[in-house]
T-cell receptor
Framework: EAQVTQNPRYLITVTGKKLTVTCSQN?????MSWYRQDPGLGLRQIYYSMNVEVTDKGDVPEGYKVSRKEKRNFPLILESPSPNQTSLYFC?????????????FGPGTRLTVL | SQQGEEDPQALSIQEGENATMNCSYKTSINNLQWYRQNSGRGLVHLILIRSNEREKHSGRLRVTLDTSKKSSSLLITASRAADTASYFCATLDDMRFGAGTRLTVKP
């Protein structure tokens, strides 16, 4: 089954404790991205990757890191989480070669930073 | 900055009624997409309309695009309780989403 998976789905952590949210897709998509969703603000793009070893900042990259060492994986790293990073996070992927290039979204990770 | 801005922010209707949501965008686009999100879940692609199209249909969905006004609308006809969700527009060019319209359909 074609899908985007994220882990963990729920996470409660404390300020400053490094964490990684994994994202994996099995559709051989070139493009992957991370969004955070906050009430009243919709989805805001954090980082995106056009292909392996190619990553770029989105609209709200501060406090986050990503890597794209393999095509299928695109982990989101919070080196020193802060309470303002409490949010619902979505990973998405798409093929830039397909039309329409719709984005396939993961199920979301709800992060709480105390 | 957000590219797509949906309006209204929230909409509540009775089952069977039609629901209309609007989206405005800032820059020129090649395509615009509408997505649906059930509470707390990922977005699901609904429909895409190209910049050279004015109207597109898919089942109970009708999307219009007015490039001169930089706006699009999504109409859901004969709404059902299962249509309760948030709806987002996104410009394909930069994949930016607005805050969405939260639709509630009462049975």
């Amino acid at each position: 089954e074609a899908q985007v998976t994220q882990n963990p789905r729920y996470l409660i952590t404390v300020t400053g404790k490094k964490l990684t949210v994994t994202c994996s897709q099995n559709m051989n998509h070139e493009y992957m991205s991370w969004y955070r969703q906050d009430p009243g603000l919709g989805l805001r793009q954090i980082y995106y990757s056009m292909n392996v070893e190619v990553t770029d900042k989105g609209d709200v990259p501060e406090g986050y890191k990503v890597s794209r060492k393999e095509k299928r994986n695109f982990p989101l790293i919070l080196e020193s989480p802060s309470p303002n990073q409490t949010s619902l996070y979505f990973c998405a992927s798409s093929s830039r070669l397909a039309f329409p290039p719709e984005q396939f979204f993961g199920p979301g990770t709800r992060l709480t930073v105390l | 900055s957000q590219q797509g801005e949906e309006d209204p922010q929230a909409l509540s209707i009775q089952e069977g009624e039609n629901a209309t949501m609007n989206c405005s965008y800032k820059t020129s686009i090649n395509n615009l997409q509408w997505y649906r999100q059930n509470s707390g879940r990922g977005l699901v692609h609904l429909i895409l309309i190209r910049s050279n199209e004015r109207e597109k249909h898919s089942g109970r969905l009708r999307v219009t695009l007015d490039t001169s006004k930089k706006s699009s609308s999504l109409l859901i006809t004969a709404s059902r309780a299962a249509d309760t969700a948030s709806y987002f527009c996104a410009t394909l060019d930069d994949m930016r989403f607005g805050a969405g319209t939260r639709l509630t359909v009462k049975p």
